[in-house]
């Protein structure tokens, strides 16, 4: 069993950064692939971006493509998303997700992931 708890969001303007961190308990953490979702008001959840166990592949979604960034810290127990140049539409509640069946490729569907953490809001003011 792995949990999962979310921190650093808050309230933002546009072009500014902020940067989350998902804590992870459990030794197991480390062979899993991770990934950050967001969901908006109304929206369905979406993918953010996605990482391996080791941290050698990252996957990202086309909207923060060269704005976001995951990074993991495997001795720490923790996963983070850098979050640059930050838009309005990136407002959001913002989840990390650990994926126990995979470990080097990281998929982008919900519901291919086991544990999810709280969420933190994270809000961008125009």
């Known amino acids: 069993q792995v949990q999962l708890v979310e921190s650093g969001g808050g309230l933002v303007q546009a072009g500014g950064s902020l940067r989350l961190s998902c804590a992870a308990s459990?030794?197991?953490?480390?062979?899993?692939?991770m990934g950050w979702f967001r969901q908006a008001p109304g929206k369905e959840r979406e993918f953010v971006a996605g990482?391996?166990?080791?941290?050698?592949?990252?996957y990202y979604a086309d909207s923060v493509k060269g704005r976001f960034t995951i990074s993991r810290d495997n001795a720490k127990n923790t996963v983070y998303l850098q979050m640059n140049s930050l838009k309005p539409e990136d407002t959001a509640v913002y989840y990390c997700?650990?994926?126990?069946?995979?470990?080097?490729?990281?998929?982008?569907?919900?519901?291919?992931?086991?544990?999810w953490g709280q969420g933190t809001q994270v809000t961008v003011s125009s």
């Open positions: 997700a650990a994926d126990r069946n995979r470990r080097i490729v990281v998929v982008t569907t919900p519901y291919e992931y086991d544990y």
């Open positions: 459990g030794r197991t953490f480390s062979s899993y692939a």
């Open positions: 990482i391996s166990w080791s941290g050698g592949n990252t």
